[in-house]
C-alpha cells in the first residue's frame, strides 16, 4: 500500500504561505468568530493598510471605549484585557508611530491615560496591569523625543503628568534609557508653577530633577524628616560629593544626626545622647566617603575598620586593604580574619570567611568550634558542599 504524503508538521509563515491568500482569509474569518482580541486586531492591520489616519481613528475608538467602561473586569477576564491593550500599544509603537509619529504620541498618551479608570475596575491582585503599562513606559518617553518638537504635544505631556503624577512617577523610574536628560529638561520647564509645588507631584518632581542632573531642585524637594533620615541623608551626601560639594556634603550628613548635629565622628549608631537615631550603613559609608573627600584619610581607615570589626562586613575591609601599602594589607587582612576566628557570632564568621573566599581559615573555624558548628544554620548545606572537595573533615563537622 503506497503511504499518503505527510503534510507539513509546522506552523510557521512559508507553510502557511502555501495555503494562498484566499484560504488564510477564510481561516482568518473563521478563528476570528468569538475572538473578540482577534476580530479587533484584524480591523486594526485592515485599517493600517488603509493609512494612518484610519489606523490612528480606529485606536482612538477602541480606547475611548475602555475610558468610559464602567464594568468591572474580574480575574478571569483579565488576562484578555491586557492582550488587547498590549495589542493597540504594539499597533501604535510598531505600526503608527513610522508614519505618523505626533498621532502616535497623543494616542499612546490617551492609552496612558486608561491606567486610572482600569486600576479601579481590574480585579489585579497579582499587579500584572501596572506591570503591563511599566513595560510600556520606554514607548511613551521614546514616541514623546519624536514628538515633542511640536509645543502642542510637550504641552499634553506636561498636562497629563501634572493631571496623574503619581501614576507618572512610576512610569519615569521604568523609562530606562528612552527618557533622555535632554526632554527632562524640557518636561520640567513646561510644568505649571502650581504642578512643581503640589505635595502628590513631589515623586514626580524628584525623578525628573535626578534624571535632568538638576540637584538643586532634587534637594529642594526634601521633607524635613527626609533630610532627618539617614538613608536619605546618604543618598544626598553621596550626589553632593559626586558635584564636588563637599561641605554641603557633610551637612547633608549631619542633618540625620540630630539632637548632635555638629558630632561627626559619632557614627555606628551609639548613643551620646538621648533621642539620636540609629544610623544606618548607608550612612556610614557615605560618612567615609566625605571624610575621603575632606582628606581625612587615617580617620576614614579607622571608621572601615571599626565598620568591619563590628558586622564583619566584607566591603569596607575590602576599602580598608585598598588603601594599605604593600605587605601592609597581607598583615591587616590576617588580622581581620583572626578578629572573625574570634567572634561570638559564629553564623556570621563562617559566612564572612566563606564569602570572602578564605576556605582554609574557615575549615580551622569549623574544627575548632565544633559544637557550634553542628548547630542548624541557614547555610549550611551550601558551606560544607564548597568546603568538600579540599576540606572533608571540616565538611563531614558542618554536616
Known sequence: MAQRPKAPARLNAANLTALGASRLAELLTEASTGDANLKRRLRLELAAEAGPDRLAAEIDKRIGALATARVRVSWRK????????????????DRLAPADARAAFASLLAWFDLFAGLSVRVKDPRGELIFAFEDAAPDLWTLAAAAVENPAALDALAEAVGRRPQDYARWIGAAGDALTPDLTRRLLDALPVAVRGARPAR??????????????????????????SPDFAAGAARRLLADG??????????????????????????????????LTPAWELASIDVLEAEGQRTEAQDLRWAMFERDLSPQPLRDYLARLPDFDDVEALDRAFAHAAAADDFGAALGFLMDWPAHREAAALVLERRREAQRTWPRKAEWAARLLQRYPEAAEALG
Do not use: C, Y
Open 78 to 93: 483579565r488576562g484578555e484585557l491586557i492582550r488587547d491593550l498590549e495589542t493597540h500599544r504594539r499597533m501604535i509603537v
Open 203 to 228: 515623586g514626580a518632581m524628584r525623578r525628573l530633577a535626578d534624571r535632568a542632573g538638576d540637584l538643586d531642585l532634587w534637594l529642594s524637594l526634601a521633607t524635613p524628616e527626609e533630610k532627618g
Open 245 to 278: 560639594r563637599v561641605a554641603e556634603a557633610r551637612a547633608a550628613l549631619e542633618a540625620a544626626l540630630q539632637p548632635a548635629p555638629a558630632n561627626r565622628r559619632w557614627t555606628f549608631g551609639r548613643n551620646p545622647a538621648a533621642g539620636r537615631p540609629t
